[in-house]
């Protein structure tokens, strides 16, 4: 990557302050663009949930895997959990997606609280583990609420043996103008559900698998504590990526940790951070990270920056880290600050091998938290910082109440946020759709094939605040 004038600004730049000018190119569609990583995880997309509590659950992790992206377990979670969380993904099934399963005597008010867990609002009625049909919120509407669903779901219009071919079942489904096909094995159990819209993804998006063939999954531990314990029993509940976190990286419990983990001989990256300098990304390296997360402050949950006056606009934190980690053969994760595809494609072009994604993941269905309604009818779900009292509040729970006390004084990150759904991209997956279509797109624009051409080709240019508000569109005439 350079600047338009061979000259690194004399300040530092976020992502709004800068922009991609299109170079020649020979990539003649979106979808020439190979868009997997190469910083040793497996991932085919550059996409990183974040480890937060609000955000990356085993519903999130199952979603973004199939996908091509990575989803990181928090370090707050139990490792039995973690443990059975990662068993519960790598099980799951490379196409179809887990439904929701009623037993026919459950209530439609059972029926109604569990499906939106789903971004297609639908559940299947089984017994003896075999489909029996489907039930969704349309068929729950002004129906008794005690009744049971086995006397309002409809049979299923398309049901497909496991192994059907994803195009296939896209045209099955669009040919009687169903939603939904039900995918059974030979013994006509249930295996989980196609939508016509996650059918025509399978066909664009290359999973994340270990060599097992299990979705991948990652996982976070913290620097405190028997971190080599912590560290040694999510290797052996298998996960693909371990990530050591903190909030300041830059630090001797950080190196510490490192040299525990490292002790272990993992056989997965060792991720860690956060970290704004070369400095901090080459000791990080030195100690034993292969790969840096970058970045202090800019998380929409974090009010770091605001409390200490610490942290670094992201985009030249990104480009100098990366550019340091690159000369000793690793890479970096740009860690929060995004909000728009566009930011995605920036980060990348500067250098990251992956974006790390919290806050704009946290307002879809795949979240861990409860679907609520504001006054006005719109839904939401609830998202808070991992430095946060609430965040603090949970980590703390088996410390005394004095010690429980004493460090809820101090927070940095807000406790209580409502995240949106967009209606129109509600899921995850929707989102995720919008990233990589405009990721692709940049990459045509820079005449790219993969991630290290854009990078190598991407040509930035510094803007105002003027010159952004340009490119944002207008829902209305002005």
């Not at 399978?202 to 979705?215: E, M, N, S």
């Not at 670094?312 to 740009?334: I, M, T």
Request: hydrophobic share 45%; aromatic share 4%; with cysteine.
């Amino acid at each position: 990557m350079r600047f338009i004038d061979d000259r690194v600004p004399a300040h530092d730049l976020t992502y709004d302050d800068v922009f991609m000018v299109p170079r020649h190119s020979s990539v003649s569609s979106r979808y020439d663009v190979d868009l997997a990583t190469s910083d040793g995880t497996g991932a085919t997309l550059p996409i990183v949930v974040a480890n937060m509590t609000a955000i990356a659950g085993r519903r999130m992790a199952e979603t973004v895997a199939r996908r091509g992206g990575l989803v990181v377990i928090p370090q707050d979670i139990p490792i039995p959990v973690v443990a059975d969380v990662v068993g519960w993904v790598k099980r799951r099934h490379l196409v179809f997606d887990t439904p929701i399963e009623l037993a026919p005597t459950q209530t439609v008010a059972e029926a109604l609280a569990l499906m939106p867990k789903r971004a297609h609002r639908c559940a299947v009625v089984v017994q003896d583990g075999r489909p029996l049909g489907l039930v969704t919120a349309e068929d729950c509407a002004e129906v008794d609420r005690f009744a049971q669903v086995k006397d309002v779901m409809r049979p299923a219009a398309v049901t497909i043996p496991a192994d059907t071919d994803p195009r296939e079942a896209f045209d099955k489904l669009d040919t009687v103008h169903a939603g939904v096909a039900v995918g059974v094995d030979d013994d006509n159990r249930l295996v989980g559900v196609l939508t016509r819209t996650g059918a025509l993804r399978a066909t664009l998006y290359q999973p994340a698998v270990d060599a097992r063939g299990g979705l991948r999954i990652g996982a976070a531990v913290g620097v405190n504590g028997d971190v080599a314990d912590k560290a040694g029993r999510l290797l052996d509940a298998g996960v693909d990526c371990l990530v050591v976190d903190t909030a300041h990286g830059h630090q001797d419990r950080m190196v510490e940790a490192l040299a525990a983990v490292r002790s272990l001989s993992p056989s997965v990256p060792v991720v860690a951070g956060n970290v704004v300098s070369p400095e901090g990304t080459r000791d990080l390296i030195a100690a034993g990270a292969d790969i840096v997360k970058v970045g202090v402050g800019p998380g929409a949950m974090c009010t770091t920056r605001m409390m200490t006056g610490v942290g670094r606009p992201q985009f030249s934190a990104v480009l100098e880290c990366a550019e340091a980690a690159a000369g000793l053969g690793k890479h970096v994760w740009a860690d929060g600050g995004v909000r728009h595809p566009r930011d995605v494609a920036l980060a990348l072009a500067a250098g990251a091998s992956s974006v790390m994604i919290g806050s704009w993941f946290a307002g879809t269905h795949e979240s861990p938290g409860d679907l609520l309604e504001d006054p006005s009818g719109r839904a939401y779900k609830v998202s808070f910082g991992m430095a946060s009292a609430r965040a603090v509040a949970s980590r703390t729970a088996g410390e005394s109440a004095y010690d429980r006390a004493r460090k809820g004084l101090y927070e940095e990150g807000i406790s209580s946020a409502r995240m949106y759904l967009d209606p129109a991209r509600p899921g995850v997956e929707d989102l995720i759709d919008e990233i990589c279509s405009g990721v692709r797109s940049a990459c045509t624009y820079a005449g790219a094939h993969d991630l290290a051409e854009l990078h190598e080709r991407a040509l930035v240019g510094v803007q105002s605040t003027a010159g952004f508000t340009e490119g944002r569109p207008l829902a209305t005439s002005w």
